[in-house]
């Protein structure tokens, strides 16, 4: 048998087989560091309307106008408040008790642009991550036959697909996962399937990640702002310091997303010159 020269071993892994996940950890880190930002940003605006919040019932406010494109409903906030605030026209003239109104609903408006702001910015974000992470996990499955590794339960497409199914999504991610650090950390590389003995390595992490995941997607801002009534201005407060919470909240699986994703990332890339040192070995003793 001739011997295999380290190009032949190069093209042979590279082209189509092994394919580096750096480029797509390093997307997925830029992702994840914009919406850290923008968590970072949702939670200074979820605290800067709680402190204004605080101040209003410090005044004795016991609501806050939901609408304040509605004279109608501004009037009754007036009404019910005890601002002399009586009419439309009074409303439109912006003076007096009427200025105050409109001033607390100005500042509840801004509070919501901000927030549909930056709810926009995240929603792409977001959709953003979700493809470059799944194109990562599905790297890195197809990675595994040109790594010396057989016996895994997921293929590459099922890697991917277990992720959008209702339910099975809650655990089986977890699965795949450590499939996939099990099979790429494993040092073994005369035996493609040693690496199914043993403990996954990061085993304990990667249950952390994905169940904060799924809890900051199930009890996140969103949640929050569906479910926890605004009926009065307690409510409102209530809700602030929720949200500023879960806005903070969000971070923790952001970064241990990163954790997880450069953990894989890197192991393959050992896995890798394991491999290549092996053929290099082979090569020389032929």
């Avoid at 790297?139 to 099922?158: D, I, Y």
């Avoid at 339910?167 to 790429?184: D, F, Q, T, W």
Wanted: proline share 4%; charged share 15%; glycine share 6%.
């Amino acid at each position: 048998m001739g011997a295999i020269t380290e190009q032949e071993m190069s093209t042979s892994l590279d082209q189509p087989g092994y394919r580096s996940g750096r480029t797509l950890f390093m997307a997925i880190a830029g992702i994840v560091s914009v919406m850290v930002i923008l968590a970072l940003a949702l939670a200074w605006v979820d605290s800067r309307m709680l402190n204004e919040i605080n101040d209003y019932k410090s005044a004795g406010l016991t609501i806050l106008p939901s609408n304040a494109a509605n004279p109608e409903e501004l009037l009754d906030f007036a009404a019910t408040e005890g601002f002399a605030c009586d009419s439309i026209e009074d409303l439109f003239s912006g003076t007096g008790s009427c200025a105050n109104v409109l001033d607390i609903a100005k500042t509840v408006n801004d509070y919501k642009s901000d927030q549909s702001v930056i709810w926009a910015c995240i929603f792409f974000a977001t959709i953003a991550l979700i493809v470059a992470f799944t194109m990562f996990i599905h790297q890195a499955s197809s990675n595994l036959k040109h790594l010396r590794t057989e016996g895994q339960k997921f293929t590459p497409g099922w890697a991917v697909g277990w992720f959008f199914i209702p339910l099975m999504n809650l655990y089986k991610p977890i699965g795949i996962v450590r499939e996939l650090v099990k099979a790429s950390g494993a040092t073994d590389t005369k035996n493609p399937a040693a690496w199914q003995n043993g403990n996954p390595p990061d085993g304990l992490m990667i249950s952390s990640w994905w169940t904060l995941v799924i809890f900051a997607i199930l009890f996140g801002p969103r949640g929050i702002a569906v479910f926890v009534g605004r009926d009065n201005i307690s409510d409102w407060a209530a809700a602030g310091r929720l949200l500023v919470w879960s806005d903070l909240f969000q971070v923790l699986p952001l970064v241990l997303t990163v954790i997880v994703v450069f953990r894989l990332q890197r192991a393959q890339e050992i896995r890798r010159q394991l491999v290549l040192a092996r053929q290099t070995r082979a090569g020389n003793n032929s």
